[in-house]
């Protein structure tokens, strides 16, 4: 038999897949499903947005191949955003890219820095491809428990100090995916200092910096002094203009960062469509009210599915910012694992959810849930867990015994 090819053989089955088989043979079956598992911006992309990519669309060249590292209008925009909103300037031609979203642009970004064998420091729990975007260009990835932001500062001195090699990238992300959990610039200036103390470069994950619920909003890393010495930032327009299936964000910071990254994509990509980049640089100009709009309307129903689940009999913590509720499972099934419950509350409530396990092993215990339905799909949904929970002996038994047969 042909062995499995060898980069695949360093990728687990994707945890997000065993449930949502479970959801694609429900809906075959017409069983209604409300659907948090994935962060899947619900809401339409803002007219304004829309009508730039229908008129640039119309332009008879528009079909044409596209510049790799971002049409020059987009990277200005893109500049001018990070002027306007955390008082950094950046050169459009050297210190931007533009990317196919933020997930390409990390993993082309670890592509670009790593050698076989490179550690790299990477927050646990966390969005998957922090660390299978270094695990698939060759790094090697050490883990360190993130429970909250000032525990993961402090582990990762000791990380240091047991790797070897030495670490060569220091991974932040905040506000967090999967944990919600966002940090001061305080925190930012402890990670650049840490970083240059041993010489690491720092790739900061910053795409949901415009969702958040209190009176301050989260920071940029680039705001600290001597940050693009070592570090750039990884962005995106998918949640702030609900453009997540556009496929644009961003790369900006170091330059020398900026550059390999440009060269790595120049072999594998020419671009997104010219109109899509239009109308990303029309969104990154325009008006933010429709920022303020889509911002508010994640607030409500984070305010709807804390109260709801509450009543329900399920304590959801409320989230400061992003577009997910980190929240620990129910009493009656914490000794069932994550998997497990996200398994049931599909088959027996409807309710979709992210199992914690797939963010890493320091995820369990929790599930992640996404703020993706309507407010009265939340109240749906929590009526519906309500009866879950009170069935919870009646559900386990039978699990158990399901297993117990296989």
């Given amino acids: 038999m042909t062995p499995e090819f060898h980069r695949i053989r360093r990728l687990p089955p994707y945890v997000f897949e065993e449930v949502n088989k479970i959801k694609a043979r429900l809906r075959a079956q017409g069983v209604d499903i409300i659907d948090f598992g994935m962060g899947n911006p619900d809401m339409p992309t803002p007219k304004h947005i829309v009508d730039k990519l229908v008129e640039t669309a119309r332009d008879p060249k528009a079909g044409r191949y596209s510049v790799s590292k971002g049409v020059s ?44 064998g490179d550690v790299i420091i990477c927050p646990n ?23 909250s932001p000032e525990e993961y500062l402090s582990g990762i001195s000791k990380a240091i100090k047991h790797s070897a090699p030495p670490p060569s990238v220091l991974i932040v992300s905040y506000p967090s995916n999967p944990t919600a959990q966002w940090v001061d610039l305080d925190f930012y200036r402890d990670v650049i200092a840490l970083a240059k103390k041993h010489d690491m470069l720092v ?21 600290v002094e001597g940050a693009k010495d070592i570090a750039v930032e990884v962005n995106s327009l998918s949640k702030t203009f609900a453009m997540a299936g556009w496929r644009v964000g961003m790369v900006v910071g170091n330059e020398r960062m900026c550059s390999a ?13 010219t109109p899509i980049q239009v109308a990303a640089a029309a969104a990154l100009n325009g008006p933010t009210d429709c920022i303020d709009e889509i911002r508010s309307i994640y607030k409500k129903r984070r305010d709807v599915l804390v109260e709801s689940m ?12 992003s577009m997910f509720a980190w929240a620990p499972l129910p009493e009656q099934y914490r000794e069932a694992g994550s998997m497990l419950f996200a398994k049931l509350l599909i088959e027996e409530a409807g309710v979709a959810v992210a199992p914690g396990i797939a963010f890493g092993e320091y995820g369990e215990g929790y599930v992640r849930i996404g703020l993706v339905e309507n407010e009265h799909r939340i109240r749906q949904a929590a009526r519906n867990v309500k009866k879950f929970l009170s069935q919870s002996e009646e559900i386990l038994a039978r699990a158990h015994n399901n297993m117990a047969a296989q």
């Fill in 125 to 147: 729990p966390a969005y998957p491809i922090h660390a299978y975007g270094f695990i698939m260009a060759g790094g090697v990835i050490r883990h360190v428990p993130a429970p």
């Fill in 203 to 223: 790739l900061s994950d910053i795409a949901y910096s415009e969702i958040y619920f209190d009176d301050n909003p989260p920071p940029s890393i680039l705001q």
């Fill in 310 to 321: 509450g009543r329900a009999g399920w304590d959801v913590p409320s989230p400061p910012a």
């Fill in 261 to 273: 990254l440009a060269r790595v994509k120049s072999y594998l990509d020419y671009g997104a469509y």
């Fill in 73 to 116: 209008g987009l990277r200005k925009a893109m500049a001018g955003y990070y002027d306007r909103r955390f008082g950094v300037k950046l050169n459009p031609d050297t210190e931007v890219i533009a990317t196919l979203g933020s997930k390409e642009g990390f993993a082309n970004l670890a592509q670009a820095l790593t050698a076989p």
